[in-house]
């Protein structure tokens, strides 16, 4: 199975900031790959797919790059509604699978 | 709006069985593969299982191959996991998953239903 590994675990990072995530999976997954966004008590939130598209109706301050093994979640400018725990999956291969996640936090 | 509302989680024995349920609604339910993803306490997201549309397609993640078995009833817009030989590390926040494209990105998800595995 392919392992995702995303870097760093915990991101401290003060509003306005930006902040950059990072996911390597350990062979090529091409461009699909896909992040979300996670809340204690809510509903994941797809952010973005195929590595670099947004999903409907999330900001633009929200913007992902990468193929092959290196990939990365930017936020521009966070806001006190970004911070959370954020993962990475790659959905080039069964079993899917995903990253162990990175907690952004207020610094 | 798309919902998916889970239940059927609780306390079990390691052993035993158990059938979550994920109610569907607000779009046309054959139309796209489900999925069930878990998260232990303190952990993260493990992909656990999905299904094709019209549920003859399924795969399954090496650990649960062989003890749970996903399905649906298009008759009920339900998607289901059945479990059985359940074991300590099973214990997590179940959540019902619908995919946005084919087998790929997921993009609505259920708040989760909690199983616990303990004797």
């Known amino acids: 199975e392919i392992v995702m590994t995303q870097s760093p675990a915990t991101l401290s990072v003060s509003p306005g900031e930006r902040a950059t995530l990072s996911c390597r999976a350990s062979q090529s997954v091409s461009s699909n790959l896909a992040w979300y966004q996670l809340k204690p008590g809510q509903a994941a939130r797809l952010l973005i797919y195929g590595a670099s598209t947004r999903a409907t109706g999330i900001p633009a301050r929200f913007s992902g790059s990468g193929s092959g093994t290196e990939f990365t979640l930017t936020i521009s400018s966070l806001q006190s509604e970004d911070f959370a725990v954020y993962y990475c999956q790659q959905y080039n291969n069964w079993p899917r699978t995903f990253g162990q996640g990175t907690k952004v936090e207020i610094k | 709006e798309v919902q998916l509302l889970e239940s059927g989680g609780g306390l079990v024995q390691p052993g035993g069985s158990l059938r979550l349920s994920c109610a569907a609604s607000?779009?046309?339910?054959?139309?796209?593969?489900m999925s069930w993803v878990r998260q232990a306490p303190g952990k993260g997201l493990e992909w656990v299982s999905a299904?094709?549309?019209?549920?003859?397609?399924?795969y399954y993640t090496d650990s649960v191959k062989g003890r749970f078995t996903i399905s649906r009833d298009i008759s009920k817009n339900t998607l289901y996991l059945q479990m059985s030989g359940l074991r300590a590390e099973d214990t997590a926040v179940y959540h019902c998953?619908?995919?946005?494209?084919?087998?790929?990105?997921?993009?609505?998800w259920g708040q989760g239903t909690l199983v616990t595995v303990s004797s």
């Open positions: 299904i094709g549309g019209s549920g003859v397609s399924t």
């Open positions: 607000g779009f046309t339910f054959t139309s796209y593969a």
């Open positions: 998953a619908k995919y946005r494209y084919g087998y790929n990105e997921i993009d609505y």
